[in-house]
C-alpha cells in the first residue's frame, strides 16, 4: 500500500498532462479576436462635406434601450442591433437647454452572420443601405444629411458614414 502512492501521482498528473494537451486552438476564444464591430460615424461641415465640423454639445440615446451612449470626441462608434436590418438613435443637440433640437434617425443595413470558430461563435457584419440614413418625425433636424465613406462595417478603424449639420 505503500508503494501505490507513488504510482497513483503518477497516473494523476499524467492523465491532467494528456487532459490539457488535448485542447484545440479553437477550445478558447483568443482575446484581440475581432467580434461584430460598431458603426463609425463623424460629423461634417453641411457647406462643406469634406471637412470636420464638432457640433459641440450633444447626446445620443440608443431608441430601444432608451440608454445615453458616451461619447467623447470624434470619430463615434455606434453599436448597431445585431437582430433587425436597422437601429433608431436620438440624436441631440444642447440637451437641456433653451435651443435644445432633438432628430430621431433610423440607421438601416443588411446583416450577415460570420462563423469566427467553435470557442468565439459568431460576429454580425453590417452592409449599409443607400438611404442609410432616415429622420423620422422631425420638422426641423440639425442634422442636415449624409454620405458613406465605407459601405461595409467590418472593423472600427474608418469612419462608416459621415453626418452634416
Known amino acids: 500500500m505503500k ?3 507513488p ?3 503518477l497516473f494523476i498528473v499524467s492523465s491532467c498532462l494528456l487532459w490539457f494537451t488535448q485542447c484545440e486552438k479553437d477550445d478558447i476564444c483568443v482575446e484581440g479576436t475581432p467580434g461584430t464591430p460598431r458603426l463609425v460615424f463623424d460629423f461634417y461641415d453641411v457647406e462643406n462635406p469634406e471637412t470636420l465640423k464638432d457640433p459641440g454639445n450633444f447626446a445620443l440615446t440608443a431608441v430601444a434601450t432608451s440608454t445615453t451612449i458616451e461619447l467623447g470626441s470624434g470619430p463615434y462608434t455606434l453599436p448597431l442591433r445585431n437582430d433587425q436590418d436597422f437601429t433608431q438613435f436620438t440624436l441631440t443637440l444642447n440637451p437641456g437647454q433653451e435651443d435644445e433640437n432633438q432628430d430621431l434617425i433610423q440607421i438601416q443595413y443588411l446583416r450577415e452572420d460570420q462563423y469566427i470558430n467553435r470557442a468565439c461563435g459568431f460576429r ?5 443601405n443607400p438611404n442609410a440614413l432616415v429622420h423620422l418625425d422631425d ?3 440639425w442634422i442636415k444629411g449624409f454620405y458613406i465613406i ?3 462595417v467590418t ?3 474608418v469612419v462608416h458614414l459621415a453626418l452634416l449639420h
Open 155 to 157: 472593423d472600427e478603424t
Open 3 to 5: 508503494n501505490s502512492h
Open 150 to 152: 465605407e459601405t461595409t
Open 7 to 9: 504510482f497513483l501521482f
Open 139 to 141: 420638422p426641423e433636424p
Open 124 to 128: 454580425a457584419v453590417y452592409t449599409l
